[in-house]
Each structure stands twice: as C-alpha cells, then as structure tokens.
C-alpha cells in the first residue's frame, strides 16, 4: 500500500519534471505546424510546412546559420586545442602549484560572458591600435574576435573533458613506447592521442554547442558577422514568426538524432566487445562474427524508426499543399464572421425593439420622469442609460467582431479579421 | 654463448633533492648475463633500472652500454628496451600491433609486422592471439606478450622491472622458467629488478644485493647464498639464524666469537672479510636451518647450542623446529625429510650442532626487516 503509493508518486514526480524540462520544446515544435500567423497550438489551423520554406528563403537566418557554422568550427580547432594543452600542462605541472594553476584556467568560466566579450573587445581593439592597423584589419575582424571571445571559457569546459580522461592515462605508456624508439611527438601521436580521442570527440562536440548557442559573449564581438544567435535576437524584438518554431524544430530532431546516432554507436561497441570476448581464436583472426545492427540494440533501432520518419515527413512535405485548407479556414472564418454580425444585428434589432417597446411603454404609463434629452447634463443620471451603456460595453469586449456592425468612427480597423483579409 | 653487449655502472649516484637513492654504484655485467638486482622495496633498484634505461641521467657517474658512454643518450637511443612493472601494453591496440610498434616506429610495412608478430607469438607459445587486445589476455599471456614486444625491438639488453610481482604464485614459478629459457635463447644481456631472492637465485647468473641505495654484494647465487659479504646480505638471501658478539680469537679463516647469548662459538669469516676482521669487533654470525643438526644431549663445545622447543612443523620435505635458545632468542632449524622417524620435542631442551665452515662470521651490521 505504502510502496505503492511510493511508486506512484515517483512516477508523477517524473512525469512533471520531464513535462518541465520537454515541454516548452513539444509545443514551440507543434507551433512549427500550424498555419496560424503567429506561434500557438491551439486554436489548431491547418497543418503546414509553409513555415519550414519561409525559414529557409529568410537570408539573415541563413546568413547566420553560416556565420555560427563558421565560429563554431574554429571555436571547436581553438578551444580543444588550448584545452589539450592545458589539461597535459595539469599534469605535468609542479604539484604544488596544481591547484592555485586549476583555479586560474578555470576562472573564466566563473566570469561572465559579458565581461568577456568586452574585454575581448577591448583588448583586441588595443593591440590592433598599438599594430597601427586600421579597422578593417584582421584582427578587428568578427568572426576572429568571436572565436578568440567564446574560446576564453569553452576552452576551460574543454579542460575539464581532458582532464578527466588524462587521469586515467598511465605514463609508463608514453615511456613505453620512448622505450621502443619512438620519438616524444611519435609517442604523443600514436599511443596519447588515440587514447584521448573519446574525450576530444566529447570536448569538441561540447564546445561546438557552447559556442553555437552563446549570445552574451558574442553579442560584443560579432562585428559584421551576426550569429544564427544574434540574428534571432534581433527578429524576436520585431514579433515572432512560426518560422523560428520551425528553426527550433530542426535544431531539435537533429539533437535527437545524435543523441540516438551517438546512443547506438556506444551501445555497438559494447556489443563487439562482448562478442570479442566470446569468441574463438579462430574467429578472431579473421571472421568474426559480429552481432548483427539491430540485435539488441534498441537505440538502433530507434535511429532507424527516426530516419525513416524523418524522411516520410520530408517527402509528404514536398508534395503537399496545404491551400485548401488554408483557403477553407479563411472560408470559415469569414462566415464565422458573417454569422456573428448577423447575430449582432438580430440582437441589436431585439434590444432597439425592446427598448422601443419599453419606451413606448413608459411614455404611455408615465411621462413625468422626462425620459427625452433636454436636461443640461443629457441623459446621464437616469438609472437606465446607465445600465444600457454597460450593456453596451459588455458587447463591445464579448463581441470583437461584431465591430464592423457598430458603425465606429474607426471604420472597423482593430478588427482581427479585416487584417487577415486584407492579406 | 654469444658475447652480448655489457653494461657497466661506474661510480653512479643518483639524488632526488637531499634524498640519496643511489650511491656510488660500481657494477660490471657482462654480456648475455642473467643480472639480477636484489633488495627490499625502496632500496633503488629500480632508479638504476631508470637510469640504465635512460628515463633518468644520473647526478654523478656514468652508465656505459657496450662500452659506450650513455649520458645525455634518450631512452628511445639506447641499445635498450624494458618491461615494466604493470607491462604497459598499449591498451587501444592488438596484440600483434603492440609486438611491432618498434617496427611501426621505423616504418616497416604492415605485412612485414605482422610476419614478425606472428614468429615471436609462436616464440612465446601463443600462436594465433595476435588478433586480440590487451585485456582480453590473462596476466601470464600479457607477460609473455610484453616480453615478445621488448625483444621484438632487437635491444642488446633487456630491463625488467619486477615483471612477475603482479601475478599469482603458480605462474610465477612457471614464469621464472620461461624467462630463463628465453634469455638463453636470444643470448643477449637481461637485468632482472626484484625483491624476490628466490626468483633472484633460481634465474640469475649474478646478482647484486642492494640495501637502501648501496650494493653491498655483486656475485653469482650460490656465493651470496653461502658466502654472505654482509650481515644485510646473509639475512636478506634465503632464512637465517643470527648470533650476535664480539670476535675473541681470530684463527686463520675462522674466529671464535663470544656471543652474547650461546656462549663461545666458532665460524668460519665470509670470503671478503677475511684478514679485515679483529680481536674485539662487533660480529654477526649466522647459521642456516639447514645447517643445524641435533646432537646428542650433553654434547658441547664451541659448535654446539642448546635450546628448548617452542613448537614444531611439518613442511613436507623438513621438519621445521622452532627453538628459543638462551635467553629469548628464536632459532629455526630445518632437519631434512627422507622417511626418518621424527620424535616430538615439543617442551624439551635439545642440543643444536653446526659445522664451522656452514656457519658465517660478518662485521655486526643492518639485518634485513622481517
């Protein structure tokens, strides 16, 4: 009973984490979809890819996807390279100043990225003074002052990748194979590298993302080579379009699938090196043989399912054409519209003819409490044009639509579906 | 046996701040020897092992490999290739390919590698393995497989550091054969590091004892064995009883020593000490188990001591008798197993015999720890 319960609770606790953490993600992707003009789920238009095509003809997104792609790159050569070296220089470094060394090369990822990006900045801007160089001048260029910016900090994150794995490192290796004629750079090629190789794949891959996602650094540094970062930044502030959902879309399914891609190949190894072990000395000398792809290998499987759904999505996309639809929801919203207004009018008609009736009734019954317009202050005290205003009002925020109905001095202009149907 | 490349360590030290490892080494050893450098963990063989292998230039005196001067030579220079302690195989790479990676060094193609992986796997007796990695191997095969990598370089000596210490006893044994069946097939030079005197006794043509960064003896097995040149040695090197005093009477190769517990005893003074010893001086001697025999009760003389059983053992191939002799001190005698009747001393006093030349008389100096 109590273990149940238990159960239970863990599981709603997981459940709300992962609608937490998944959750934004799940809805902007939906909101990829939807033909609506402006990002929502619900109410749900009409299934589009009109967003996709839209993102791909905007120049600025493109031109920075390519600009990110760039800096990435280098930050990626510059960063693991400097991390490399730093992490070796941990453990070569005289153990008692390992750790006053450590917190050096680790500061800068305490430091804010604003700081750095200006001090970047301003550094750069100083040295290419005293060079005497212009501003145009290589080293005032965007995508340098960028990479040299993000590698400040990315190159400590890669630090601490390397160092990780350098500590399982035996020396006696490298002297090993000193001891066996290899010269220190054959030694550093051939036995250290390849031993580092998952951790630079690891460091270079989290430095590819650092730097693809950082703003607040190269929002300093970024001269006239705005990142994807910077340039949605600056399309935000103008309103949102689906078309970043859809941008977001993208940069989602392919996490998903080098998570998975990354997953199965793991799970691969794993699998060979089981096989490895089982096998004959016969088999390993030349045909082994191996599990097959998917055999218990679910991530495999599931990269499989994904491609291919991938590819489904892609080849409906081309051929589809969601103007119909499109065309019919219009349809449907005009005579949503239409059929409001007529309901406005039938409902303005019942009220004036009541009014009528109830005016009629009253200059029958009653005429002292003269109900016409000749006070000095209108009609304004008389108990009921106070409540017929309110009603009116109430009309005015349930019935948006029904404004062309209103005759208003403003012709209709803040009505949503004139908008849309000016388009 | 082919004349191998010698080594030769001349007046090394080797220091580490104020910490002496090394002192004044002096070794000669000749070409295609089974070396063995013997002595307690920390005692710096294996710094001299380093400084052979050129991971280490010394901070005095020189190493000489075949006659030639080493220093300021880096270890992938020398005549030389090691085995190191936990092997250092290249974990990431197959067997075949660890063998070769002094041939993958120097270029050589992958098929002329593989040739040659494929001889020395059939030279260890492990034909067929080259395929598998490192770790798929048990401790005795990644022995074998570092062994065939050094040698494999073609060294003119081959360093081992201690290469057995990691595996079980059975294999160890097994092992020390093979080593030496290798050594006297490929005919060149082996410095062997341990702490092991048996693996020191049963393989090597010579062997230094070392002790805290000195060699105090450089001879072959049976020499240190029976002919200790120093108290350390002669406790260090298989068991031994040591009887402590001062030289009474020196009588030619022997002297009768007052011991401080068993009274007047004679032994013959080890090789070296001989005409340096005094009437006066502080002295050790010591006397194997094996060397003792049970007398007849009554029986004294300066070869005689008697004790009283503490407790008894069987061991299988002796009979192992634990004395205390005259005030406290334990003495173990080992009587030889061939089928006798042995009778149960326990609680008795016996009477315990030598003969002088089986018991030692050294200058009193450091015992080995136990």
Redesign the interface.
């Known amino acids: 009973m109590n273990n149940s319960f238990l159960r239970i609770s863990i599981w709603v606790y997981l459940a709300i984490f992962f609608l937490y953490l998944l959750g934004p993600l799940v809805i902007m992707s939906i909101t990829a979809f939807n033909s609506s003009g402006f990002p929502r789920m619900s109410p749900w238009e009409c299934l589009t890819f009109q967003w996709f095509g839209e993102l791909f003809q905007d120049q600025r997104i493109l031109n920075g996807i390519k600009n990110s792609l760039i800096i990435g790159l280098g930050t990626v050569v510059l960063s693991v390279a400097m991390g490399l070296a730093g992490a070796l220089m941990l453990t070569q470094i005289w153990p008692k100043l390992r750790a006053t060394y450590y917190t050096i090369i680790i500061a800068p990822i305490l430091i804010p990225g604003v700081v750095l990006g200006i001090s970047t900045l301003v550094f750069w801007d100083r040295i290419n003074r005293m060079l005497g160089l212009g501003a145009d001048s290589f080293l005032s260029n965007g995508i340098f002052l960028t990479v040299i910016g993000q590698s400040t900090f990315i190159a400590s994150y890669c630090m601490l990748v390397l160092v990780a794995r350098l500590q399982r490192y035996d020396v006696a290796l490298t002297e090993a194979a000193l001891d066996l004629g290899a010269s220190h750079a054959q030694a550093f090629r051939k036995i250290l590298l390849p031993f580092m190789r998952p951790a630079i794949a690891s460091a270079a891959v989290l430095a590819f993302l650092a730097s693809f996602e950082n703003y607040n650094t190269t929002t300093f540094t970024f001269g006239e080579y705005p990142t994807l970062t910077i340039e949605l930044a600056q399309k935000v502030r103008y309103g949102i379009t689906p078309a970043i959902s859809a941008l977001a879309f993208i940069i989602v399914a392919l996490t998903v699938f080098f998570a998975l891609m990354n997953e199965a190949k793991l799970k691969r190894q794993e699998l060979v090196a089981v096989a490895r072990k089982n096998a004959t000395v016969e088999e390993l000398a030349g045909k082994i043989k191996l599990p097959s792809f998917f055999a218990g290998n679910m991530a495999a499987v599931l990269l499989v399912v994904f491609a291919v759904a991938t590819i489904t999505v892609v080849g409906t996309a081309a051929t589809y054409n969601p103007g119909q639809c499109i065309a019919d929801i219009r349809e449907q919203k005009q005579l949503e519209a239409e059929q409001r207004i007529q309901e406005l009018r039938k409902q303005r008609e019942e009220r004036r003819k009541q009014r009528e009736a109830e005016e009629a009734e009253q200059g029958g019954a009653q005429t002292a409490p003269k109900p016409s317009n000749n006070s000095g202050f209108g009609n304004v005290f008389a108990p009921n044009s106070l409540d017929g205003s309110e009603t009116e009002g109430e009309d005015g925020v349930s019935e948006p639509e029904s404004a062309p109905s209103n005759n208003s001095g403003f012709g209709g202009v803040f009505d949503p579906n004139s908008l849309q149907g000016d388009e | 046996m082919s004349a191998g490349v010698g080594v030769d360590l001349e007046n090394l030290w080797i220091r580490f701040g104020d910490f002496v490892a090394v002192r004044d080494a002096n070794v000669k050893i000749n070409g295609g020897d089974f070396f063995s450098f013997l002595g307690p963990s920390g005692c710096g063989k294996t710094t001299i092992l380093r400084a052979v292998?050129?991971?280490l230039e010394p901070s005095e005196g020189n190493v000489l490999i075949g006659g030639n001067n080493m220093r300021g030579i880096?270890?992938?220079k020398r005549p030389?290739?090691?085995i190191?302690q936990?092997l250092?195989?290249?974990?990431?790479m197959k067997v075949w390919e660890n063998i070769t990676?002094?041939m993958?060094?120097?270029g050589a193609s992958s098929a002329e590698r593989r040739k040659r992986a494929d001889e020395l796997l059939d030279m260890i007796a492990l034909p067929?393995?080259?395929?598998?990695?490192p770790n798929?191997l048990s401790g005795g095969q990644r022995q074998r497989v570092a062994i065939a990598?050094?040698l494999c370089?073609e060294p003119d000596v081959l360093l081992l550091d201690e290469p057995l210490s990691a595996l079980d006893l059975k294999l160890r044994q097994h092992m020390r054969t093979e080593l030496r069946e290798i050594q006297k097939r490929v005919g060149i030079t082996f410095i062997y590091i341990t702490h092991d005197q048996g693996e020191a006794l049963t393989m090597s043509d010579n062997i230094a004892v070392m002790r805290a960064g000195v060699i105090d003896q450089i001879a072959d097995g049976k020499t240190i064995y029976n002919d200790p040149n120093t108290a350390f040695a002669a406790s260090f090197v298989g068991e031994n009883n040591v009887f402590r005093g001062k030289v009474k009477q020196i009588m030619g190769n022997e002297a009768l020593i007052a011991t401080n517990r068993s009274g007047d005893l004679v032994a013959r003074i080890s090789t070296t000490n001989q005409g340096k010893m005094k009437e006066g001086d502080d002295a050790m001697m010591f006397v194997r188990p094996e060397a003792f025999a049970i007398a007849p009760d009554g029986a004294s003389g300066d070869h005689f001591v008697t004790a009283r059983v503490n407790h008894e053992e069987f061991e299988g191939n002796a009979f192992n008798i634990f004395t205390e002799g005259e005030g406290g001190k334990e003495i173990k005698v080992s009587i030889p197993n061939h089928g006798q009747s042995f009778d149960d001393h326990t609680g008795q006093n016996i009477t315990l015999e030598y003969e002088t030349h089986n018991a030692v008389i050294v200058p009193a100096g450091e015992l080995a720890a136990e």
């Open positions: 292998s050129g991971f880096g270890p992938n030389t290739a090691l190191f936990n250092a195989l290249f974990p990431l990676f002094s993958e060094i120097k067929d393995q080259g395929d598998k990695l798929e990598r050094a370089a």
